[in-house]
T-cell receptor, first 116, second 109 residues
Framework: ETGVTQTPRHLVMGMTNKKSLKCEQHLGHNAMYWYKQSAKKPLELMFVYNFKEQTENNSVPSRFSPECPNSSHLFLHLHTLQPEDSALYLC???????????????FGQGTRLTVV | GQNIDQPTEMTATEGAIVQINCTYQTSGFNGLFWYQQHAGEAPTFLSYNVLDGLEEKGRFSSFLSRSKGYSYLLLKELQMKDSASYLCAASDSNYQLIWGAGTKLIIKP
């Protein structure tokens, strides 16, 4: 248990569905992140929120829409996804500002997403 | 461009020592992280190096050479539970983490 909780752990969705991933942390961190992890590929940073403000959007397609209602919760809304979006989606949090300035990140266990 | 290289997979024997290498090329440098990720679980922080040299933490040690753009993670007295993927990540001038694809370590009895 890392202090970062993600739900659901597994999700199968059709290309026309709309679903949301949820992340929650009660570590008192100010920064939260969404990462995509595909097999045998480096972690891909998708979005960064610092004090609830989005500070990073790494050219992520608009079919992924993040939401950060408060510093403890982060959502990733999904719609009209493609099969190549199937991956493990990891949420992380840290003390830092908009990056990881010498502070470690705490990761959730991820949501295994399969798009059919 | 920015890049991290680490071996895809390594195999070692229980009780032995293994060294996982990582080379990096980044625009500026603000330190190097190692994370451990067991299958189906969250990555967990192992170490952070920003100065040259060896940092020891129990059975795990991490080394950094900034001039060579090189780091390694050394695992001693290997245990079966050390079977996992080990992720190397370098922090660039903007403190953005550049991640390697991870090294899958297989421990055999």
């Amino acid at each position: 248990e890392t202090g970062v909780t993600q739900t659901p752990r597994h999700l199968v969705m059709g290309m026309t569905n709309k679903k949301s991933l949820k992340c929650e942390q009660h570590l008192g961190h100010n920064a939260m992140y969404w990462y995509k992890q595909s097999a045998k590929k480096p972690l891909e940073l998708m979005f960064v929120y610092n004090f609830k403000e989005q500070t990073e959007n790494n050219s992520v397609p608009s079919r992924f829409s993040p939401e950060c209602p408060n510093s403890s919760h982060l959502f990733l809304h999904l719609h009209t996804l493609q099969p190549e979006d199937s991956a493990l989606y990891l949420c992380a949090s840290s003390h830092g500002s908009d990056r990881f300035p010498n502070t470690e990140a705490f990761f959730g266990q991820g949501t295994r997403l399969t798009v059919v | 461009g920015q890049n991290i290289d680490q071996p895809t997979e390594m195999t070692a024997t229980e009780g032995a020592i293994v060294q996982i290498n990582c080379t990096y090329q980044t625009s500026g440098f603000n330190g190097l992280f190692w994370y451990q990720q067991h299958a189906g679980e969250a990555p967990t922080f192992l170490s952070y190096n920003v100065l040259d040299g060896l940092e020891e933490k129990g059975r795990f040690s991490s080394f950094l050479s900034r001039s060579k753009g090189y780091s390694y993670l050394l695992l001693k007295e290997l245990q079966m539970k050390d079977s996992a993927s080990y992720l190397c990540a370098a922090s660039d001038s903007n403190y953005q983490l550049i991640w390697g694809a991870g090294t899958k370590l297989i421990i055999k009895p």
